[in-house]
């Protein structure tokens, strides 16, 4: 039978030959007629390769399984779920902790609101099985398990309860009748400095005269007021980022709270700055702290996660003030749980500074912290308190007499006590004072203030003409921040944001003679008891409430306390003054300067404790020689080295002699300074020269020191 060849598709004969695609229509050619009963299809030329076959068979194969495993799995998970009760939220996996006060009536009961990962699923329905195209999602890690273990506990108050007494202290902020002039005074200001061609001032002496009761709170000055260019740009980026997401991801129901914040904490771990997480590096902190605090306990709780996976110096401080200053018994208890297994050294500091804060409630927290992590070092440092007045008593000045108390401020309201105004030229981290307004558009420092005229008509189309400021100029540091609960006991604050900070404010007369008349007690505060709930739990041991009975079990608690005071006076003075200050404690008489700038080297680092190392050897190079021979042998390694350079650098070679012996001692120093210096003292004092060479090791530096202490002893003999 002849054979003909034909398209299936537009059934066009085709001429004979061999089998291939059809020219007309690019389908394959048959071979036989269209009557053919089984028609037979060509082969192509360009067919797949056997290989390419039986990977896709494969993969069909494979796509087949998987689903097929999928759907037994699914089956699986819903039995179980219909055979369990309805669960949802699983509890989260915190410390065993005592049982909290009981709440008053208007008191809500605040959880933690779980993780995604802690939660079961509880639907019978299964899910849609997943899009192939869909690229899959990295699951994160949950967060970190705490260790179930009771920590101490001295503070019996809930956070409702701190709240209530947070509501009673003193309101301070700028009155209204000061807040347009300070404005104005900002604007002749600026007028100045445009006309003169200088830069714009960010300094707080507008605000000082204008409103000098902002002196009584603890301003910055420049340079510490004004962040860097760098620190500005990262903090008005991820501010704004931040707040963006809160209001997206988590926004705030009709009561003012905000949903589960597990879908932020999964969206801040896996946004990335190129290689590294935007939001688990040093630089996110800042932004961190200053909006999640003021957030309700779950928020803050993810504050907490977040800065125990940053590894730095700036987030175990951030954690150790979460510790004290946080209002929530789980919040503080997991920041500690978050320090352990970090430098002790680090936190240190923060935890005894808060031993004399005027409220009590923060002496409390810390002293639970401090026994929490066992840091005995920390045990001379509060012995060294325990002989201070109450922080919140009165003291005497030139003027009177003045006393340290807590303080609110409406944040809303006084964004110039802490701000001043941007000029809208390219300032760094800008935002909104509703309370202030800003110039009129026919001012002439449109352009030179305000805001570029884009903002102003923006501004102007949503109804509002608020002042814009600059976040990047920050005169006042809150230690914490609190926003109200919509609850009966805060009607007049609930839902509203206050920063708290310490005052020093000046007594009226009246106060100042009813303190003379009735003095506190100096051994009867809470602080106090916090100071000795932490030694007694700290050392194991109670020799009662007498200063002088712990100070004999540290007598050097006193001197290692006024170093890390110097220490911070040093770290924190402005470079211009910093020079000054150790030129004041070089020459000062009291020898207790002497301990104090030994015990401030270790606080610091850098060139301020070169600076610091520095004024004390020029200070010890001024004793006689028999002084430094005690010094020589004390216990504290920063004084000995320093004791050491300072017997090198005298020239009195008679009063040297008799320091022979230290000074073979010093040959085995690890300091070369030290140990070549003392080589080049003895051969100064003794005309001699046994050693050792500049590049000995340590075994020449042995003989050499052998060698020495043999010449001496002969010498001792004749």
């Known amino acids: ?60 194969l494979a796509l087949v399984i998987v689903l097929g495993i999928w759907g037994v799995g699914q089956t699986l998970r819903s039995k179980q779920a219909v055979a369990q009760p309805p669960v949802t939220a699983a509890a989260p996996a915190m410390p065993a902790v005592a049982a909290p006060p009981a709440l008053a009536p208007d008191e809500p009961i605040v959880e933690r609101a779980p993780w995604p990962s802690e939660v079961r699923e509880v639907a019978v329905e299964l899910a849609p099985p997943p899009r192939l195209d869909e690229p899959v999602k990295a699951e994160l890690a949950p ?118 914040p597990g879908p932020l904490r999964e969206q801040l771990r896996k946004e990335r700055h190129g290689k590294r997480p935007e939001w688990l590096r040093p630089e996110a902190i800042p932004a961190m702290l200053q909006i999640l605090m003021a957030e309700d306990a779950p928020f803050r709780l993810l504050l907490v996660d977040m800065l125990a996976e940053i590894d730095s110096r700036s987030s175990t401080v951030a954690l150790a003030e979460r510790a004290v200053f946080d209002l929530s018994p789980e919040v503080r208890q997991a920041a500690i749980y978050a320090l352990m297994g970090r430098p002790k050294d680090h936190a240190r500091k923060t935890f005894v500074m808060a031993m004399r804060y005027p409220w009590p409630p923060v002496a409390e927290h810390a002293a639970e912290a401090l026994v929490a992590l066992h840091d005995q070092e920390a045990a001379p440092l509060l012995v060294a308190q325990l ?11 030139q003027r009177g007499a003045s006393a340290y108390e807590l303080v609110r401020i409406h944040h809303e309201k006084n964004c110039l006590l802490c701000h001043v105004p941007a000029t809208g030229r390219g300032d760094p981290v800008v935002g909104i004072d509703t309370f ?22 923006a501004s102007a189309a949503g109804g509002w003409s608020g002042l814009w400021i600059r976040a990047d100029v920050q005169f006042l540091h809150q230690d914490f921040s609190v926003t109200f609960p919509a609850l009966p006991a805060f009607a007049d604050e609930k839902g509203l944001r206050f920063d708290y900070t310490v005052r020093r404010r000046p007594l009226k007369p009246a106060e100042v003679q009813e303190w003379k008349k009735h003095p506190p007690a100096k051994e009867n505060y809470k602080q106090r008891d916090a100071v000795l709930f932490a030694l007694r739990n700290l050392i194991g ?99 000995r080295h320093a004791a050491a350079l300072a017997v090198i650098r005298r020239a009195d070679k008679e009063a040297d002699e008799e320091l022979l012996p230290q000074l073979i001692t010093l040959l085995l120093d690890g300091d070369p300074e030290v140990a070549e210096g003392a080589h080049k003292l003895l051969q100064r004092l003794t005309d001699q020269d046994f050693g050792p060479g500049a590049d000995a090791v340590q075994g020449q530096r042995a003989a050499a020191a052998a060698q020495w202490q043999s010449w001496l002893r002969n010498r001792m003999d004749e």
């Open 1 to 60: 039978m002849s054979t003909s060849v034909f398209c299936p598709r537009c059934q066009k004969s085709l001429p004979a030959g061999k089998p291939g695609l059809c020219p007309n229509c690019r389908r394959r050619k048959m071979h036989g007629s269209r009557n053919s009963p089984e028609p037979v299809l060509a082969k192509r030329d360009e067919g797949l390769p056997l290989a390419a076959k039986l990977a896709a068979y494969a993969f069909g």
């Open 143 to 260: 967060p970190p398990t705490l260790v179930q273990t009771p920590l101490p506990k001295l503070s019996k108050l809930s956070e409702i309860a701190l709240q209530k007494q947070l509501m009673d202290m003193k309101p301070f902020g700028i009155p209204d009748s000061v807040r347009q002039p300070l404005v104005s005074d900002y604007m002749q200001e600026y007028r100045s400095a445009a006309q003169l061609k200088s830069g714009t001032p960010v300094d707080p002496f507008t605000l000082l005269n204008r409103f000098p009761k902002a002196i009584e709170l603890q301003i910055r000055s420049l340079p510490r007021c004004q962040l860097g260019p760098k620190e500005a740009t990262n903090l008005g980026v991820l501010a704004r980022k931040l707040h963006a997401y809160l209001d997206l991801i988590a926004p705030k129901d009709n009561n003012g709270k905000r949903a589960d």
């Open 387 to 397: 002989g201070k007045p109450d922080p919140a008593a009165p003291f005497a000045t």
């Open 436 to 457: 202030s307004s800003r110039p009129v558009a026919g001012d002439d420092l449109v352009g030179k203030y305000g805001a570029n005229p884009t903002a102003v008509q």
């Open 541 to 639: 041991k109670d020799v009662g409430n007498s200063t002088d009975a712990w100070l004999k079990l540290y007598p050097n608690a006193i001197d290692e306390a006024n170093g890390l005071q110097l220490a911070e006076t040093v770290r924190w003075a402005l470079p211009q003054q910093r020079d000054a200050l150790l030129a004041k404690y070089r020459d000062a008489k009291s020898e207790s300067y002497t301990e104090a700038l030994a015990n401030a080297i270790p606080q610091l680092s850098g060139k301020v404790q070169a600076k610091v190392r520095e004024a004390l050897v020029e200070r010890l190079a001024r004793h006689s020689a028999n002084v430094l021979s005690g010094f020589l042998e004390d216990d504290n390694e920063d004084l």
